[in-house]
């Protein structure tokens, strides 16, 4: 087994995933600017609770996560999500944790849905509850070739809340990304008008300014 994967390694070296460097599967450059802080955002009257700068590094580690599927892209998405929650203060509600939907399209090309994906781990890393309550109600384009205003056109009444899902909680959504605001908007206009409690959201990244 070493020898193969000794045998893969000169083959398909392992290359940062940030910056393509042949070596650790995340180089210490990045990693410096994959660094959790905390920043605080507003989407209309959404709370947006970011921990690292969008910035091309950041950009390349959320599509090794979500187009490539590479672990340790996922644990450093994790992770940042994490010490955000830790950061936004929700001790006074009863949060509860929602993914935004992937489309079918997408789901099919990655293999996964994959801020489901992801929140299912940070819901078992933290033991906070996840409330899978958005599905697309109409299919959408890929947000990250549009412009502004075609992203809020796309994502326009796109989701609704699941049937059978449970209204108690302070809802957090979470989101890999934040860069014009549409897609949280229109997830968060579909949460409030089922009668749901929607708190803010907790996102890994997040464009400054907001595009
Ligand atoms: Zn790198």
Same mark, same amino acid.
């Given at each position: 087994m070493r020898f193969l994967h000794e045998l893969s390694q000169l083959v398909f070296p392992t290359r +940062?995933?940030? +910056?393509?460097?042949?070596?650790?599967?995340?180089c210490s450059t990045c990693r410096r600017e994959w660094h959790p802080h905390y920043y605080l955002t507003y989407v209309s009257s959404i709370k947006v609770h970011s921990a690292i700068i969008y910035s091309p590094t950041a950009s390349k580690i959320l599509l090794a996560a979500k187009?490539?599927?590479?672990r340790g892209a996922d644990i450093l998405i994790v992770e940042s999500i994490i010490h955000v929650l830790s950061q936004a203060?929700?001790?006074?509600v009863d949060v509860a944790l929602v993914p935004i939907p992937s489309s079918s399209l997408s789901k099919r090309r990655r293999g996964r849905a994959f801020i489901i994906d992801i929140v299912d781990q940070i819901g078992q890393q933290t033991s906070l509850p996840v409330i899978n309550a958005l599905e697309l109600a109409r299919p959408v384009k890929d947000?990250?070739?549009?412009?502004s205003a075609e992203r809020a056109k796309n994502m326009n009444g796109a989701m609704r809340v699941r049937a059978?899902?449970?209204?108690r909680a302070d809802l957090v959504l979470i989101d890999d990304v934040v860069t014009t605001g549409a897609t949280l908007r229109e997830a968060a206009r579909a949460l409030t008008a089922a009668g749901c409690h929607v708190v803010g959201s907790v996102t890994a990244c997040v464009a400054q300014p907001l595009r």
């Open positions: +940062c995933f940030g +910056c393509n460097a042949i070596g650790l599967t995340i187009e490539s599927g590479i203060d929700f001790s006074d947000q990250s070739g549009l412009h059978g899902v449970i209204r």
